[in-house]
Each structure stands twice: as structure tokens, then as C-alpha cells.
């Protein structure tokens, strides 16, 4: 490693872009050297997508210069950037949705059968993708169709094409954002495999215990200025979250205790034939419901069951002890029910409207009179609304599209709280959300709490659901296996159900989750 | 409009040359609002010199009124194309509104005459609303089938033949005038403001924009997606009634030949506005911009007495470097 220290594979000096009423990057330099890990830190909109989309060649610098191993470049493409060795992995998922997994994978760079007339040889191509999966222990078919994956495999399918580009330095924003457990476990030894082979690594993530792990230096960038670049093994969270930040964090998880009041929801014997079987829990105003699993575990299917956005066979769904047959999204609104969907970019934000539309899309009815929009009444709501969630922008008439991952995230979240619900259902609420917008919104759960609400939230970072929850569900192949008190609850608990299942019965769960069948 | 991108605003001074001071300030200038009244007013001005005629009155009057058709199916075109769909029955309504229209004034009278005209084109609209909203049918595939059906129909009921014999006073509509104003000039003003209400002002306006960003999204926010779908339709087919009476009585039969293409100039409109074709961004605003540059193009063009084939040409070039402005703008960003 000492030899390849003296000379930088990649160099970035004085970084300048600008955005229509936003500096992006204020000079911002980082270097990276081959076989490390360097992390790229900074809360929501501190501009990390921005630099690497630059190395990506995605958009073109104002000023600077990118050096590699030493030589000044010009990266003016996507495509430039591929021939220097780097290939990214961005923040919003990049797949073509009505391809298999092995046609993205290859996508452009088909094994042919007979080049000249351009007839893909599809069963190498097949091969080759199995094996490539195979190699990183994904257990994903290479001719499924990309749409009908998960996002967390849909990440998995990403990462294997990028490896499968054999590059020089691999891009990572956010990789784990939307990964449990398990899979990050695959990652990081992907990585660490990487590592061996002299491949650089620049990886962005808000998850600061893994930048511990994983991180070799890490740089810090603060409203687009470049704070410090330091060594991680050498720094400590709390120093790292102050570069950040600028200030210290009082507490990462500010839970408060409510009195619990009556039960708001009940769910009996939820089932749908294959994803959900015999789901059955209650929820009473002023908890917290804290859903845990792995990917897949059918968390996301429950939400969407309840909420009315999928149909579902057998089961009731009871609010305020009387049973509602809810039918649609509007239907599940109109009762007080509010969903927080977990893939931002497909199910919960409308880039081309600006956030204020975004903000009050599922409130207009409360601004309206005859079907027409009180628009000083909208205005200030989502102005309020903005500001509480401190989304960082020049003005809320800004399109959506043109806000940072993080900052995205916290527009739907504001959609959702002024809504009017009183019971919540967060799917993975603090993806890509920064460190100190996690406790806001933590405060924000808090807020909803002292006024009444309910919460169920589906996470699959354990310390926020051991955090905030008051109870705590664990799921695993479409049904519930364990059920835990705040107090008995711990991350071994916890992940051993997900893992295992029920104890009493899991060698009966075994079969029925292979034969796809119910009981 | 209400939803043109913001941001556009130049803020930070450039430190740096006065010359790529100029530059930068040029690229700061906000395109995306005063790009296409530039535009128009250049065009103005080149015609103008050509031809003095261009600027008399009586010339002006005439493009407006010339426009008022197209202006009006393409309000309903920007409904349709910014709720992510596209309505391709526009032209073709035109003449089964206007067979309609005829023979219901035939039959009913006058006034009675104009409603049936009116209420086939809303009621076609509703039949294409409820195979693309509830059928699920693809919008292209759902009003290409009407685009033929509708035609079909005219000539059926007409016996492929212009049904004459209209009230003399049905003409004031084609070929009146209000106060100085062309009565189908009023009729269309009147239309883009109601257009441009619903679509800033109300609930309906908002849901359109917002199906046509992500429809998904959409149904999760809580919007009733088929109801909406289907009121987008009925609205473009209100607005094909309407222009169907217009253009009814400016020939003062019903006339089931009408309207060929028609569609495919709304479509041009609404994209020379600035309107993406995939929905969601656009506006009634931009769509009036885009109707401007195509009815002052050929009147232009005609006046300078270049060829109607020509014109076609020039047309197609138009609205192809238009779409590829607004691209290379996205891109840059
Ligand atoms: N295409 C764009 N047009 C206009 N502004 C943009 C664009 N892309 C990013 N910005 C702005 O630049 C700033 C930096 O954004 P960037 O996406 O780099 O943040 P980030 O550090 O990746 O944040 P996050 O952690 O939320 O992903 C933000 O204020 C964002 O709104
Ligand atoms: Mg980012």
C-alpha cells in the first residue's frame, strides 16, 4: 500500500459547480488512493452526489481539475469516465426495468453470438451473469425481470455490474441505504475483495457505524466546501458527525414515552396467497410499532395491504374497533391513514412538480373550496412544512427533481405529515436522510405521538428501531415470528427471529415458506 | 406557467472577464419564460419588413381568427399531453361534432344544434376517458381507434355528404364579430382563460400535473387516478366540441371531411410551446405560445407568398428544433 500512496490515483482539485441559485461546490478538492476505501461525508444537499456525478462525467465542472494517477483528464461523458476505470453506482437506481437481470448487467456489452448480425448469444450471456451473481452469493435469478425485484436486489443487480466493468475506482452513493443486514454483509466483503485487487472505493453513506468499518480516510464536506479529509480509524463518530455538522449532537435518539390511549388499528389474519400469511397485530395512539426483517420479509406488502394500495385475500383490517374494507390509497387518506413509501423515487416523489405541490398534493382538499385551491392558505402550509423538515432549498417553487436525495426524502415525509392522518406507516423513513435530519425526524414522530397518532415503522437499521419503538414486530417470509416489548428487545433477539423464525415452530415454518403454501 | 422550472433566476455575479461576464449573464437570463415570446416577436418583425401588410389590422384580425380551431383543440391537447396521455381523436371529432352539429340544428333548432355538437364531442372524450382510465388501453392506441371511428362515424351519418341548409344567424359564431373582435378570437380568449384556471387554480388543474409527473406517486397520494384520467378526456373533448360548432359555422354546413390532421398540429402546439410529450411539465400558457408561432407562421409564410408546400417543410423543421431547444436546455442543466 505504501508504494501506491505516493502517487494518487485520483485527484480532484478546487471542484467549482453551480447550480441555478445554489453553489453546489465551493472548491472542493479529494483524492483517492487505489486499494482504499474514502468516504465522502456531509449532511443532505452538502453536494457528495454532485462531486461524484462530476467524476462520472454526468455533468461538466465550472472550474478545476481532475488528475488521474497523476495525468490532467477531461471527463465530458459517462462514457469517458468508464474508459478511465471508474464506474458509479448512483443514489437513484439506474436499471432498465423491463430487462432481465442479466441484460442489464451486459446491457451494451452483450457477449454475440454473430457479431456481424448483432444476434446476442443469450445463453452465454445468462451464464455469465449466474456466475457473476453466484461469485458475490446472491441468490438472484439472472432472468428475472429487473421491475419485479425488490429494491434492495435491484441494488444487489447494480453492484454486480459495476464489479463486472472491472474498474479502477468504484463509485458507491448510498449503496446500503436500501440493504439489510445480511446483504450489506456481502457487500462489505465484496468490497473487501475489491480492496485486495488494488481498486479504489469512494463511498458515500449517512450510516456513520459503517463508514467506522468500512472507511479508510474520509473527507467532509459542509454546504459544498471541503472541511477536512481525515483518517477514520484516527477520528471518532462524534468528531466526524461534528465536521459535519458543525455542532455536537445531543442524542441520536430522542424517544419519548406516551401515555399509550386506545387501540386505533387492529389487523386479524391478514393473508395474501404467497407474500402475507395470517398478519395479526394491534396499535394503539401514542406508539411506536417498530417493524423489523430482512428484505422480503413482506414488510412492505403489509404496509401497502393496509393502506389499500394492494388487494389482499383473507383477513380484516379494524380501525377504532370497527372493521373498514379500504379499497384505495384516497380511500385509506380520506380514513386518517398515511404511507411514507419506502422507494422514494417510484412511489413517493413527483419531480417535476415543485415541493410546495409535492408538499400539500394529499392535503389539498383542507385548502380547497369548490375544487378550487386557496393558493396563499397552500403556500404558507407548505412553507411551514418546509421549514420544520429544514429541507434545504432556495424557495419551494423548486422542482423536486433538482433537490438531493436526502432532501427528497424529507419533501415526502412532509407530504405525509400534512395530511391530516392520525396513524402513520413509515416505510424505512430515515433513508438517505443525514444524521441530524434523522433526529428531526425522530422529533417530528414524537410531535405526532403527543398529538395522538399512531406509528407503525418498517426499518432495517436495528439501532433506529430499538431507538424509537415501543414495541417491536419481527417478520419473516410473509408472517409474524416474534414480537418484542421495548425493554426485552436487543439487536441478537431480534435478528435471530428474522433469521430463524419462530422458535416454537420453525422447522414447520421451514417447509411452508419453501412450498409457498399457507396454513 | 404556474409551472415553469423556477430557479431560472440569475443570482451570483461572475467574477471574471467582461466578456464571459456577458456570457454567463445571457445563460442566467430566464429562457425558459421569455424564449418563445422572443421568438415571436422576431418572427413578427421579419414578416413585418417583408411585408408591411403583415401589421394591418385587418390581417392581425384575421390570424386570430384563423388560429381560433387549433387554439382551441390544442387546450384540450394540453390537458391530455400533461396528464402523461396524448388525445389523437381531436381532429376527427371535429367533423363528427360538426355532422352533429347539423343535423341536430336540423332537427332541434339553432341553440339545440350547438348542444348536440358540443355534447358528442364531450361524450366521445368520455368514451376515450373511460377505455384509457378504466380499460387501461394505452391513451395512443384508445384515441387512434377513435381518430378512425369518429371519421367513420361523421361519414356515416352524413352519408359522406355536407349537410346544408343552417340558419343564416348561426354565421355570427364563424364569421361574427364583437365589438372589434372576430367572435372565434372571444370564444377561444375566453377558452385559454378557463383552461389556464383550471389548470393554476384548482384541484383538477393540480392532479393533471400530478399524473402526469408519476402517475404511481399519484394513486398513493391519495388522488382518485381513473376519475381524473377520464375528466381529462371529457375536457379535450369539450374543447373539440367547441372548436367542431366553430369551425360549423364558418363553413355554414355540417361537414364530415373536416379537421384532417388537426390533431397532429395540437400536438405540434402544445410541444412548440415547450410542453413535454411524456406530461407533467407544460402548460395552457406555453400551449397559446406554441398555437402563436404556428398560426403566425403561416400566415407569415403565405403573405410572403411562400408555397403551401414549402410551408409544411419549414412547419416540420420547426417543431423538431423546438423539442431540441427544450432538450438541450434539460441537458444543461
Ligand atoms: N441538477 C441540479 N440542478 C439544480 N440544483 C441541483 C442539481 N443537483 C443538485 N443540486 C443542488 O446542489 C446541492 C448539492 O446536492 P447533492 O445532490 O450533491 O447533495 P448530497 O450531498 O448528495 O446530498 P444527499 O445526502 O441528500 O444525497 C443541493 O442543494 C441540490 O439541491
Ligand atoms: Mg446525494
Redesign the pocket.
Known amino acids: 500500500m505504501t508504494a501506491t500512496q505516493l502517487q494518487p490515483f485520483l485527484e480532484m482539485r478546487g471542484i467549482v459547480?453551480r447550480?441555478?441559485?445554489?453553489?453546489?461546490?465551493n472548491g472542493v478538492d479529494l483524492t483517492v488512493y487505489a486499494g482504499e476505501v474514502h468516504v465522502?461525508l456531509?449532511?443532505?444537499?452538502?453536494?457528495?452526489?454532485?462531486?461524484?456525478?462530476i467524476l462520472s462525467g454526468v455533468?461538466p465542472p465550472d472550474s478545476g481539475t481532475i488528475l488521474f494517477q497523476g495525468r490532467p483528464v477531461t471527463i465530458r461523458n459517462p462514457h469517458d469516465a468508464q474508459l478511465l476505470g471508474v464506474s458509479t453506482i448512483y443514489?437513484e437506481l439506474n436499471l432498465v426495468p423491463d430487462m432481465t437481470v442479466a441484460e442489464n448487467i451486459f446491457l451494451g456489452r452483450e457477449p454475440m453470438l454473430l457479431r456481424r448480425f448483432g444476434l446476442v448469444d443469450h445463453k452465454l450471456l445468462v451464464r455469465q451473469a449466474r456466475e457473476l451473481l453466484a461469485s458475490l452469493n446472491l441468490q438472484i435469478d439472472p432472468q428475472a425481470v429487473v421491475k419485479r425485484l425488490g429494491i434492495a436486489q435491484q441494488q444487489m443487480v447494480e453492484i454486480a455490474k459495476a464489479l463486472s466493468l472491472n474498474s479502477r475506482l468504484i463509485v458507491m452513493?448510498?449503496p446500503t441505504a436500501v440493504l439489510t443486514a445480511h446483504e450489506i454483509d456481502q457487500l462489505f466483503s465484496a468490497i473487501a475483495e475489491l480492496k485486495q485487487r488494488g481498486v479504489a472505493i469512494v463511498y458515500?453513506s449517512?450510516r456513520l457505524d459503517e463508514v467506522k468499518t468500512l472507511g479508510d480516510r474520509a473527507t467532509v464536506?459542509r454546504d459544498?466546501t471541503w472541511v477536512d479529509t481525515v483518517r477514520v480509524a484516527d477520528t471518532s463518530i462524534d468528531q466526524l458527525i461534528r465536521m459535519m455538522v458543525g455542532r455536537d449532537l445531543m442524542e441520536k435518539f430522542p424517544k419519548i414515552q406516551v401515555a399509550l390511549g386506545d387501540e386505533v388499528l387492529r389487523v386479524e389474519q391478514l393473508s395474501r396467497k404467497g407474500v402475507l400469511h395470517d398478519i395479526s397485530f394491534h396499535l394503539r395512539r401514542g406508539e411506536i410499532l417498530g417493524i423489523a426483517g430482512l428484505v422480503g420479509a413482506g414488510r412492505t406488502e403489509m404496509a401497502r395491504a393496509i393502506f389499500g394500495a394492494d388487494p389482499f385475500d383473507a383477513g380484516q383490517v379494524l380501525m377504532h374497533g370497527q372493521p373498514v374494507d379500504i379499497k384505495s390509497p384516497a380511500h385509506a387518506i380520506h380514513k386518517g391513514i398515511a404511507l411514507v413509501p419506502e422507494d422514494r423515487k417510484r412511489h413517493g416523489i413527483l419531480a417535476h412538480l415543485s415541493i410546495k405541490h409535492n408538499i400539500t398534493l394529499s392535503a389539498l382538499g383542507a385548502f380547497s373550496r369548490g375544487g378550487f385551491i386557496n393558493r396563499q392558505q397552500e403556500h404558507t402550509h407548505a412553507q411551514d412544512y418546509a421549514a420544520s423538515m429544514r429541507i434545504?432549498?432556495?424557495d419551494i417553487e423548486?422542482?423536486v427533481?433538482?433537490?438531493?436525495?436526502?432532501?427528497?426524502?424529507k419533501v415526502v415525509i412532509a407530504k405525509w405529515l400534512s395530511s391530516q392522518a392520525d396513524i402513520f406507516l413509515f416505510d424505512e423513513p430515515t433513508r438517505?436522510?443525514?444524521v441530524a435530519a434523522k433526529v428531526e425526524v425522530y422529533q417530528l414522530m414524537n410531535e405526532l405521538l403527543k398529538r395522538g397518532s399512531a406509528i407503525i415503522m418498517i426499518s432495517s437499521e436495528l439501532p433506529e428501531i430499538l431507538g424509537m419503538s415501543d414495541r417491536i414486530l419481527v417478520m419473516r417470509g410473509g408472517r409474524i415470528c416474534g414480537e418484542f416489548l421495548r425493554a426485552e428487545a436487543t439487536e441478537e433477539n431480534i435478528l435471530d427471529r428474522a433469521l430463524r423464525g419462530a422458535p416454537d415452530n420453525q422447522s414447520a415454518m421451514e417447509t411452508n415458506v419453501t412450498n409457498g403454501d399457507m396454513t | 406557467m404556474s409551472n415553469a422550472p423556477a430557479?431560472d433566476i440569475a443570482t451570483q455575479p461572475a467574477a471574471a472577464t467582461h466578456s464571459h461576464r456577458f456570457v454567463v449573464m445571457l445563460r442566467r437570463l430566464p429562457w425558459g419564460r421569455i424564449g418563445m415570446p422572443l421568438v415571436l416577436i422576431a418572427m413578427a418583425v421579419f414578416f413585418g419588413t417583408i411585408n408591411p401588410n403583415f401589421w394591418s389590422v385587418t390581417n392581425l384580425t384575421n390570424v386570430s381568427r384563423q388560429i381560433s380551431v387549433l387554439a382551441l383543440i390544442s387546450i384540450g391537447q394540453t390537458f391530455a399531453i400533461l396528464s402523461a396521455g396524448i388525445d389523437l381523436s381531436v381532429g376527427s371529432l371535429l367533423a363528427l361534432v360538426s355532422v352533429a352539429c347539423a343535423q341536430g340544428m336540423l332537427e332541434f333548432g339553432l341553440v339545440g344544434g350547438i348542444v348536440v355538437g358540443v355534447l358528442a364531442g364531450c361524450l366521445a372524450g368520455l368514451v376515450n376517458g373511460i377505455l384509457i382510465a378504466k380499460a387501461r388501453i394505452p391513451a395512443f392506441i384508445a384515441t387512434l381507434g377513435m381518430l378512425v371511428a369518429a371519421r367513420g362515424l361523421a361519414l356515416t351519418l352524413s352519408g359522406g355528404l355536407p349537410i346544408a341548409g343552417l340558419p343564416h344567424e348561426f354565421l355570427f359564431i364563424g364569421a361574427g364579430y364583437l365589438g372589434p373582435f372576430p367572435v372565434p378570437s372571444v370564444i377561444a380568449a375566453v377558452a385559454f382563460v378557463v383552461a389556464y384556471v383550471l389548470l393554476s387554480r384548482t384541484r383538477f388543474g393540480r392532479y393533471v400535473y400530478a399524473m402526469g409527473s408519476n402517475e404511481e406517486a399519484a394513486v398513493l397520494s391519495g388522488i382518485n387516478v381513473v376519475k381524473y384520467k377520464i375528466m381529462v378526456y371529457v375536457v379535450s373533448g369539450l374543447f373539440a366540441g367547441i372548436a367542431g360548432v366553430v369551425l360549423t359555422s364558418r363553413v355554414i354546413s355540417g361537414q364530415p371531411t373536416l379537421g384532417e390532421v388537426q390533431e397532429l398540429y395540437s400536438i405540434a402546439a402544445v410541444v412548440i410551446g415547450g410542453g413535454k410529450i411524456t406530461g407533467g411539465v407544460g402548460g395552457i400558457g406555453r400551449t397559446l405560445m406554441g398555437v402563436l408561432v404556428l398560426g403566425m407562421l403561416s400566415n407569415g409564410l403565405n403573405l410572403i407568398q411562400v408555397s403551401s408546400y414549402v410551408q409544411n417543410i419549414v412547419v416540420g423543421a420547426i417543431i423538431i428544433i423546438a423539442v431540441y431547444i427544450d432538450l438541450a436546455r434539460e441537458r444543461r442543466?
Not at chain 1, 447550480?19 to 461546490?25: E, M, N, S, T, Y
Not at chain 1, 449532511?43 to 462531486?51: H, R, V, Y
Not at chain 1, 427533481?401 to 426524502?409: I, R
Open positions: 459547480k447550480f441555478p441559485g445554489v453553489l453546489a461546490l465522502l456531509g449532511e443532505n444537499g452538502a453536494g457528495k452526489s454532485t462531486l461524484i456525478k455533468f443514489q452513493d448510498e458515500i449517512h464536506l459544498g434545504a432549498a432556495p423548486r422542482w427533481h433538482y433537490l438531493s436525495g436526502g432532501n427528497q426524502q438517505g436522510i443525514d | 430557479g442543466r
